[in-house]
């Protein structure tokens, strides 16, 4: 039987801060990395953290925080990582202690820069984690309706399914509702496409664009999704799992989506630095969208709403003119 042992978090953001509420209140003790030991000494003083999800209280007992990923490493069976997608090698990078024996399980929702890997592969390839060893969580999961234990379905992949279901087991409670599968490249690389499209539905809202084509781009989004993950895991999946298709609607319609704040930035004619400096928060989609990019190029698959995303925040196109030309490809 598998035993995930103790459990550290790798990450000190709202996802993380919703994730680590979880997993506490079955655990009783995990560890946390921070890197900054200043929002460590406020979190221990105020009992939450200092910059995200501020209202999720913490026994500060419970917890054995620390900025040095090393210690947290050594100290910990399994790892639950929940950094930024662009700061995730920067943090890898301090690591003296070996992976392969950890069970891993990444939460986070964009590919490994530079490398155009998932987390997933890029911990199999990098650091020779078993494919056994390798879990990803999956939404639809807003951290602030996690946070207001609003009722929320995660999904667990891995190819073990035993010790898919044991970590299920650790995030079922009255609000969460955990199930497994074994498509972990289709659970991360459809977490990075929905925001990617999150981007999209944005951009049309700042053009004013109304509900009726908000539907129509979500319902091409989820068939521009299905090819590319059958090209990239050409498995047997029902695209309209909620880990597919519910993840693409909560981020590309809810008012919680960074990705969609983001893009109404955009069709409201901020320039992308403008729109990341007055939003303070990152999102994944902007970066995942130039990863996608570049691994579509080996892949060839027709995927019109990534072009349109990628010609708009990186070509600099314009958004009424790419998105016209977009609504014309649609049916």
Known sequence: MYDSGRIAIIGGGSWA????KI?????????????????????????HNPAYLTGVHFDIDEIYFSSDINKIVQAYDTLVFVTPSPYFKSHLKKLKTRLR???????????????NLSCSEYFHQVFDVPYENLAVIGGPSHAEEVALERLSYLTVGCVDQEKARAFADLLSSDYIKAKVSSDVLGIEYSSVLKNVYAIAAGICSGLKYGDNFQAVLMSNAVQEMARFLQAINPIERNMYDSVYLGDLL???????????????????GYSVKSAQIEMEMIAEGYFGTKCMKEINSRMHVNMPILDAVYNIIYERISPKIEIKLLTDSFR
């Open 17 to 20: 801060t919703a994730i680590a």
């Open 23 to 47: 997993l506490v209140q079955h655990t009783h003790h995990i560890g946390w990395y921070m890197r900054r030991d200043d929002r460590i000494e406020d979190f221990r003083r105020m009992k």
């Open 101 to 115: 024996d950890k069970f891993i399980v990444t939460a986070i929702k964009g590919i490994v820069p530079d490398e």
């Open 250 to 268: 909560v981020t590309g319609y809810s008012n919680f989506s960074r990705n969609r704040t983001f893009g109404t930035m955009i069709g409201k």
